[in-house]
């Protein structure tokens, strides 16, 4: 095929295109034919690319009814549009379908009567499919050409045509078949790694080219989406691309670990206890560090009776899950404490007063809420009136008694308070006074214990 003559065969195509359908423009009303719906007007040349030898192709066209002149159809008649003729190039092969127009509104121009501006128009009921068999020849600049009748209604002239220009290749592109869009839960720290499966096909090259994807199948996906976009080229360097997307999503919720079981507490004090726990660690599949709280917290006051703290887990995509578990808290009142001194401690409150140097016997009844104790450990404590503690002694029980012999010869004059404890409870005191003065004088010796 001589190249050159390519333009003058495109030029002479759309002038004849052109020409059957503007004749009688001005008479009578118009029936324009469209190959492409997205350019604005009326496309009566498409190009269809380049495409296989033999390849089938089809194409839908779409028609529209254009007020215009002076002569029109008849309100209420159908426009039945046909393929008359057929044009296609070398051993290609084209056919067409037909479709109508109307009826024509009643609200339509009469004939006679001019078009309102704007023009008035009405759109096929449907489109043409237009069907066109490739040449087996590879070439450039193919043309195929379809005429269309318009039968049923007066009123229109023109012609009505639509023809397609194409290049037919002796190498076709590649074909790529990828994945739809699609969600994987997240299974690691952050994400994913994700493996997806990629089709390649080519009508030419067996077997056929692989397509490369970034990122690649196998590869990490951090959580959220990301756009994989693949490329494949056959040995005659033609390529197709085409994307899609994989996100990673967290619906998982964390797990706790380590709730108690329950806790069991006592208190001597009305309004509760302490709760004294650990809060329970979570682990997540793709949050390393999910965040847990406990309600009430650790070092929170449980109330007396029967409770529930309740914890939390969260993670970062806002996935929760929680546990709980129980709190007894019983209340104990304190015990009150309380002694009898023997002689020659005496009075109330009680006290003594000696010289200094004195060994002083020291008996005492300990009683635990009223109840006389003779059991366990018990001990006096001498303290400095509003000071330190000078001396510790143990008590030994006997003749229903505990008793000691408080020896002084290591203080000096002064005020003391003599304590007796019992398990480390202090039940009662007196008052001891060493005469000679009010002045501790530090003790350089004694026994302690």
Not at 18 to 40: F, R
Not at 84 to 100: E, K, Q
Not at 357 to 372: C, H, L, N, S, Y
Not at 418 to 443: I, M, Q, Y
Request: hydrophobic content about 35%; charged content about 15%.
């Amino acid at each position: 095929m001589n190249m050159r003559s390519l333009p003058l065969r495109r030029a002479s195509v759309l002038a004849i295109t052109l020409l059957l359908s503007s004749v009688g423009l001005a008479l009578a009303d118009s029936v324009p034919a469209d190959g492409d719906a997205v350019q604005p007007g009326n496309q009566s040349l498409v190009d269809l690319g380049q495409r296989a030898p033999g390849e089938v192709v089809t194409h839908d066209v779409t028609f529209m009814l254009v007020c215009a002149g002076i002569s029109h159809p008849a309100p209420g008649s159908t426009i039945t549009i046909q393929p008359s003729s057929y044009s296609a190039p070398l051993d290609g092969a084209l056919s067409a379908t037909n479709t109508t127009i109307g009826p024509v509104p009643s609200d339509w121009t009469a004939a006679g009567e001019g078009c309102p501006t704007p023009a008035p128009t009405l759109s096929a009921n449907g489109p043409s499919t237009v069907t066109l068999t490739m040449p087996t020849t590879p070439g450039v600049g193919y043309f195929f050409t379809v005429m269309y009748a318009r039968t049923g209604a007066s009123g229109t002239s023109g012609g009505t045509a639509i023809s397609f220009e194409v290049e037919v290749v002796g190498n076709t592109p590649p074909t790529l078949d990828v994945p739809d869009s699609l969600d994987v839960e997240g299974s690691a720290t952050g994400g994913a790694t994700v493996a997806y499966v990629v089709a390649t096909a080519d009508a030419e090259d067996d077997p056929p080219p692989a397509a490369v994807c970034s990122p690649a199948s196998g590869s990490f996906f951090a959580l959220g989406p990301t756009d994989v976009s693949c490329t494949v080229t056959d040995s005659g360097m033609l390529s197709a691309s085409a994307s899609f997307t994989i996100t990673v999503v967290d619906t998982t919720a964390p797990v706790l670990d380590g709730v108690p079981a329950g806790l069991s507490l006592t208190t001597g004090d009305p309004a509760g206890a302490a709760l004294d726990y650990d809060v329970p660690g979570a682990t997540d599949v793709v949050d390393p560090s999910p965040a847990v709280f406990c309600e009430p917290a650790p070092g929170s006051t449980a109330p007396v009776g029967d409770s529930t703290v309740t914890c939390t887990a969260t993670d970062a995509s806002g996935n929760a899950s929680r546990a709980s578990f129980p709190v007894s808290v019983t209340y104990v009142p304190p015990t009150v404490w309380s002694v009898v001194w023997g002689e020659p401690v005496s009075g109330s409150p009680a006290a003594l007063s000696a010289n200094p140097g004195r060994t002083v016997p020291v008996k005492v009844e300990i009683f635990a809420d009223d109840v006389e104790i003779g059991s366990g450990e018990a001990g006096l404590r001498v303290d400095v009136c509003d000071g330190p503690t000078v001396a510790t002694w143990a008590l030994l029980w006997g003749n229903g008694r505990w008793s000691h012999n408080l020896d002084t010869t290591t203080f000096g004059p002064g005020c003391f308070t003599v304590t007796a404890v019992h398990d480390g409870h202090d039940a009662g005191s007196f008052r001891l006074e060493l005469r000679g003065g009010e002045t501790l004088k530090s003790p350089t010796s004694g026994p302690r214990r």
